[in-house]
């Protein structure tokens, strides 16, 4: 854009005061250098010191929110624990039917996922997670009175429905927090419980089996009772522990609310500090070509997690290991994937890009499940496990920091994270399926759909960049330059839209303004 060159320094104040002593000031994003209005002018937060308040941040949001994404993935997990310790055969059904329970999970849980983060942002966080919490744990509960076919598959579709707005909804609600070069790690850190609980899974339920036959109740019970028990507790915590969003957050001062929303704003989050609900923002979600890709994207990793996170126990128990040392042996492939995790979104963050990144684990990931159709033995089979949860998990967080960070607009954002996330895990529903049990040991068949999952990913990923890139220079070029009322700009045109001023234009428009720059 030609207008608005004012030579003024990233992150720096202009002030002036009109002659009717109302105080204006304006606010320049760095990446661009174009002067947008300041979130509530007459507050100082000259004061605030914002290296401690980020760390405060940290310790009132991460901990508690990477805790419950354990529980999350821990229930959601723990089914594939639980069978081995004669699940099938106590409730009598068949492998088959125990892949379409698998099955049924998945529908509510991705279809509920847009609609959940729509009504997080018109309501409050502690509220609507509390009680998304506590449903799902009361029904993880309920898994261990299970006693037939139908109340199996039932059990598992309330889960998805329970479950489905948690993870999305963190997402966003993460986004909503932090500034676009600090959202890896802490994504990272979050999602790295994904980790922790595949290792704590085997050896909790290594632990709880030894209660088999307590009080009449099986070891595959015990799992689901005590660990969905442990999800209630946390969901009556979660409503006095989880904070809302930073305009109305209980642990900031109102000078450190507006620090935030500022800090946001300057990094071209112009939503930040409230944006009222209109059906445009869906769809201007629904129309965007980065919704499709980025749902392409998710498919890549999301299937590939359930496939893995589902059935790694039995791949290792079918070479050859009894059942808790298959669930032992788990362990240590979920740690090493836990540091990779957050190794990569500390890299991430650092570097300021994610594309290289996305590349290289997809083509690790194609390099693990090749060896894997490849293998005939348990040894190298095991090896490519460790490749495998290597591209797999770190993949996840660097993903979602790089596609929040590419949409503006707080419910654009929500439902574009919403599909995307909803797609990648619809796919579960199918590669919950891939591995039969006249497959084993080797599970070539499941190997080569992950694969191709894998593949797809990559594609996308790629398809991301070079479509970024391709946008970032038409905007340079000013193609994509608004009409602003009373600001002469020779390359702006009425196809881009025209507008009473710049702040108008940004707030209608989101990432499709031509002052937002896209990150690669």
């Known amino acids: 854009m030609e207008y608005l060159k004012q030579p003024v320094q990233p992150h720096t104040m202009e002030e002036s005061k009109p002659s009717d002593e109302i105080l204006t000031i304006h606010t320049r994003t760095e990446s661009t250098g174009f002067t947008t209005k300041l979130y509530q002018p007459e507050i100082d937060t000259s004061g605030v010191d914002e290296r401690r308040l980020m760390r405060r941040t940290d310790l009132y949001l991460i901990p508690w929110l990477t805790i419950l994404y354990l529980l999350n993935f821990l229930d959601r997990g723990n089914i594939g624990n639980a069978k081995l310790y004669s699940l099938e055969a106590d409730i009598h059904i068949t492998d088959k039917q125990y892949l379409i329970a698998l099955t049924a999970f998945f529908f509510p849980y991705s279809l509920i996922e847009p609609i959940s983060n729509v009504v997080l942002r018109r309501f409050r966080p502690s509220v609507w997670l509390s009680i998304m919490i506590l449903i799902w744990g009361t029904v993880m509960t309920l898994h261990g009175v299970v006693k037939n076919y139908g109340g199996f598959v039932t059990v598992r579709a309330l889960l998805g429905l329970a479950e489905g707005g948690m993870y999305p909804g963190i997402i966003f609600y993460l986004s909503s927090w932090y500034k676009r070069s ?29 209660m088999d036959g307590i009080g009449g109740t099986h070891a595959w019970a015990w799992i689901f009772i005590l660990e969905g028990s442990a999800t209630v507790i946390a969901a009556v915590i979660s409503y006095w522990v989880i904070q809302d969003f930073p305009e109305s957050a209980k642990f900031l001062t109102v000078e450190e609310r507006v620090f935030v929303i500022r800090r946001l704003q300057e990094d071209m989050k112009f939503s930040a500090g409230g944006e009222v609900f209109k059906m445009q923002y869906v769809w201007q979600s629904l129309c965007d070509w980065k919704t499709w890709l980025a749902m392409g994207m998710f498919m890549g990793f999301v299937g590939p997690l359930y496939a893995f996170s589902l059935f790694l126990p039995t791949v290792i128990n079918q070479l050859g290991f009894t059942a808790t040392t298959a669930n032992l042996l788990s362990v240590p ?67 979602v920091a790089w596609v929040a960070s590419d949409v503006e607009g707080a419910y654009k954002r929500s439902v574009t994270l919403g599909m995307a996330i909803g797609f990648g895990n619809l796919n579960g ?49 000013g193609e994509r330059d608004e009409v602003i009322e009373g600001i002469e700009n020779k390359r702006a045109h009425e196809r881009n839209g025209r507008y009473a001023s710049v702040d108008a234009a940004r707030i209608d428009k989101g990432d499709r303004w031509s002052g937002f720059r896209y990150s690669l």
Not at 336 to 342: A, E, H, I, K
Not at 359 to 375: E, R
């Open 333 to 399: 492939v979920y740690v090493w994937g836990c540091l990779v995790t957050c190794a990569i979104g500390f890299l991430g963050d650092r570097i300021g890009t994610r594309h290289q990144i996305n590349l290289a684990l997809f083509g690790l990931g194609v390099v693990a499940y090749i060896i894997l159709i490849a293998s005939k033995t348990p040894a190298l089979s095991y090896f490519a496990v460790y490749l495998a949860v290597c591209a797999i998990y770190p993949t996840i967080p660097n993903t």
């Open 429 to 477: 529903a199918v590669t919950a399926n891939v591995y039969r049990a006249n497959d084993a040991p080797w599970f070539r068949l499941g190997h080569s759909i992950i694969l191709v999952y894998i593949l797809i990913g990559f594609l996308c990923s790629m398809a991301f960049l070079i479509l970024l890139k391709r946008e970032n220079a038409r905007r340079d070029r």
């Open 182 to 210: 600090e959202l890896g790690i802490r994504v990272a850190i979050f999602f790295s419980s994904a980790t922790i609980a595949g290792a704590f899974s085997g050896l909790l339920s290594a632990a709880i089996a030894n």
